[in-house]
């Protein structure tokens, strides 16, 4: 069982920045991809970004490309999204996800989920 607990949700005015930290207790954390994910009310949760076991490779989808960095430190056990530029539609619920089977898109190929975390960006 992984757990995942997410914090460095906010309000930010556009053109902001916050930086979303992901962490976990599982002793295995080094064998997950980790992704975020995120969900606008009245929406589905959508992929954000995904970093691979090494932390060598990493994906984002095209609309947070250039704004967004995620990364990892395995010796901590913690997974961040960097999210620089924000814009009002990236306000959403933020959640951390982990992988057993590979850095992958698809909220059904994350295996744990955090609770997540709010944000909003105002215009």
């Known amino acids: 069982q992984v757990q995942l607990v997410e914090s460095g949700g906010g309000m930010v005015q556009a053109g902001g920045s916050l930086r979303l930290s992901c962490a976990t207790s599982?002793?295995?954390?080094?064998?997950?991809?980790m992704g975020w994910f995120r969900q606008a009310p009245g929406q589905e949760r959508v992929f954000v970004a995904g970093?691979?076991?090494?932390?060598?490779?990493?994906n984002y989808a095209d609309s947070v490309k250039g704004r967004f960095t995620i990364s990892r430190d395995n010796a901590k056990n913690m997974v961040y999204l960097q999210m620089n530029s924000l814009k009002p539609e990236d306000t959403a619920d933020y959640y951390c996800?982990?992988?057993?089977?590979?850095?992958?898109?698809?909220?059904?190929?994350?295996?744990?989920w955090g609770q997540g975390t709010q944000v909003t960006v105002s215009s």
């Open positions: 599982s002793r295995t954390f080094s064998i997950y991809a």
């Open positions: 996800a982990a992988s057993f089977g590979g850095l992958g898109t698809l909220a059904a190929e994350y295996d744990y």
């Open positions: 970093v691979s076991v090494s932390g060598t490779t990493t």
